[in-house]
């Protein structure tokens, strides 16, 4: 059985950072892709950041590109969002995910708030 568990979130004020991780539990066959989603209140559930495993190559939403940075642990299966110049609008629930052909795993995620 796969698990994701994120950890990191919390209170921050705007223009803080914070560091999220993604820790995974039971083994992924195939090649995969983790990223980070968000969903804020009344909205849906958006891309923020994901990365290939193993060759490293990133995607970033264009609303974090320059502030947050996707980064990757491949030997032990995690992956990190580290949050500079946090803005308000941030303020959402972060869910990790792992992605291959065959699966689809999500974390349970992590709440971000952003406010003074």
């Known amino acids: 059985q796969v698990q994701l568990v994120e950890s990191g979130g919390g209170l921050v004020q705007p223009g803080g950072s914070l560091r999220l991780s993604c820790t995974t539990s039971?083994?992924?066959?195939?090649?995969?892709?983790m990223g980070w989603y968000r969903q804020a209140p009344g909205k849906e559930r958006e891309l923020v950041a994901n990365?290939?495993?193993?060759?490293?190559?990133?995607i970033y939403a264009d609303f974090v590109k320059g502030r947050f940075t996707i980064s990757r642990d491949y030997a032990n299966n995690t992956v990190y969002l580290q949050m500079n110049s946090l803005k308000p609008e941030d303020t959402a629930v972060y869910y990790c995910n792992s992605r291959t052909i065959y699966s689809d795993y999500w974390g349970q995620g992590t709440q971000v708030t952003v406010s003074s």
């Open positions: 039971g083994t992924i066959f195939g090649a995969n892709t």
């Open positions: 990365i290939n495993m193993r060759h490293g190559y990133t």
